[in-house]
């Protein structure tokens, strides 16, 4: 496969470097909720040490809320035990230019336990490599890409937070799915953001128009599932930066308001055995050439996708995105080329995939893709049959399961799972049971605008 443009090894960062093109280094790995945390080197001291030796970061920020408070009960970080450090280990294969920031390269990490050195298991891209480990010792390699939609805003992100994230003013004003027009009108921004990714080691395919006012859809090439959520990781954290640069906002929310179509990140994935597409073979089901990888991937993905689905929908937002006629999937079935199905087959030989719709643009990329291989190499460790191919409108098959209706309903189908302990441990499950929960306290806590509108007069 061909180099991506802006990647870097480090005799060419070190050129970078002593020409003044680069001079500061950012060294990041995601946190629970997909946010890059870490920090900005001085590029020769980059060199020098950290792209040896690594960084550290306190263990806290596994363990923070939104306003990056330490919430208590984890076990893995607690005021007891005095909030040490996290071995951030620079994962040298993604260094990249940051071409949307000034003489800016980035590295993404793994995170290592401080002492043992080995992977601490319950950060994000530890999660998705064991899911790898799993498939390769299949003999798979698992190949994805992940459709992430957001909404443009002209308001600055301080203006929109001093105004409660209300009244709001969307780059469009019309649904401009497909529409050259309007995305015309906000090429300055969109076409810059496909330009920069090009050039900082993730390449895009296409931009367009989404259902939203506002909306758009940026997709970028597919790859090996551990790239594939590097790129994811590094779009959010260009897209937001580039509107900050540019006094606008963007949102990754997955329903930003109930009039507007939801934000999704429709998982496509494939698996493979060497350059040959292990999903491909002669049997047919459905009318579909297939193997038997195909068959049980996709019925272990169905059947254990509420088992997964906090990493699929983590957030109490990521629940109102399921309405019916909403593009987004309410129930759980599979069908070819037919959207309204949570699970559409797409293509065929080389080309053939599952994509999966459930995903919103809130998810971590990370915890995303584990949980979908998760599901699916399960089905083939057990074979797992697919219900029977759905035909028609999924949204009015009542007697089809339905997807969790809230983050809590969804978290303790998680924390009691035994595929959740068997596939991710049960270390990893505790630790984000416990986080989901307390974000799910967080909202109970809440008064919203929906009460206050709804009572403050007329009770």
């Not at 329903?255 to 002669?282: D, I, M, P, T, Y």
């Not at 999937?329 to 994509?355: C, H, K, M, Q």
Request: hydrophobic fraction near 40%; include cysteine; glycine fraction near 8%.
């Amino acid at each position: 496969m061909t180099r991506a443009t802006g990647m870097l090894s480090l005799d060419e960062l070190k050129s970078a470097v002593s020409d003044g093109r680069i001079d500061t280094v950012l060294v990041a790995f995601t946190d629970h909720y997909g946010r890059l945390m870490g920090k900005r080197y001085d590029a020769g001291f980059f060199l020098e040490d950290a792209a040896q030796h690594g960084s550290h970061a306190c263990d806290y920020l596994l363990t923070v809320d939104r306003d990056m408070n330490p919430l208590p009960g984890f076990r893995f970080a607690n005021w007891e035990r005095g909030y040490g450090d996290v071995h951030l280990v620079p994962d040298l294969g993604t260094l990249r230019v940051a071409s949307w920031l000034e003489r800016t390269a980035l590295c993404l990490c793994d995170v290592h336990d401080r002492d043992s050195h080995a992977r601490l298991p319950i950060a994000p891209r530890s999660i998705l490599r064991a899911q790898q480990e799993r498939a390769a010792a299949l003999g798979l390699v698992a190949k994805a890409g992940t459709e992430l939609e957001f909404y443009l805003y002209e308001d600055t992100y301080a203006d929109a937070a001093r105004r409660g994230h209300r009244e709001l003013q969307p780059a469009g004003w019309y649904i401009e799915d497909y529409h050259m027009l309007q995305g015309t009108r906000e090429e300055d921004y969109v076409g810059a953001l496909r330009r920069h990714l090009a050039a900082s080691g993730v390449p895009v395919e296409n931009s367009k128009g989404e259902w939203g006012h506002g909306q758009h859809e940026l997709n970028v090439r597919y790859a090996e599932v551990l790239e594939m959520a590097d790129r994811h990781a590094i779009y959010k954290q260009c897209a937001k930066e580039l509107a900050h640069l540019q006094g606008r906002s963007v949102t990754f929310m997955a329903k930003v308001a109930e009039e507007q179509a939801g934000s999704s990140c429709h998982v496509h994935l494939s698996l493979w055995r060497g350059e040959e597409n292990a999903f491909v073979g002669g049997d047919d089901l459905e009318g579909i050439a297939s193997s038997n990888a195909f068959r049980w991937f996709l019925g272990g993905w169905i059947a254990y996708a509420p088992d997964v689905m906090p990493f699929l929908a983590p957030t109490v937002n990521s629940y109102k995105r399921y309405q019916a006629a909403s593009w987004a999937p309410t129930r759980l079935a599979w069908s070819y080329d037919n959207r309204t199905a949570g699970f559409r087959v797409v293509g065929a030989g080389p080309s053939l995939r599952i994509e999966c719709r459930i995903p919103g643009a809130d998810c971590n990329p990370y915890l995303a893709l584990a949980g979908c291989l998760a599901a699916g190499l399960a089905g083939i460790e057990q074979r797992i049959e697919p219900p029977p191919l759905f035909r028609g409108d999924v949204y009015a098959a009542t007697e089809l399961p339905e997807l969790p209706k809230s983050l809590a309903q969804a978290t303790e189908r998680f924390a009691t799972s035994e595929l959740c302990a068997r596939a991710f441990g049960p270390e990893v499950v505790e630790h984000y049971a416990h986080f989901l929960r307390s974000e799910w306290a967080a909202y109970e806590r809440a008064v919203t605008d929906w009460e206050r509108d709804r009572y403050f007069d007329q009770i």
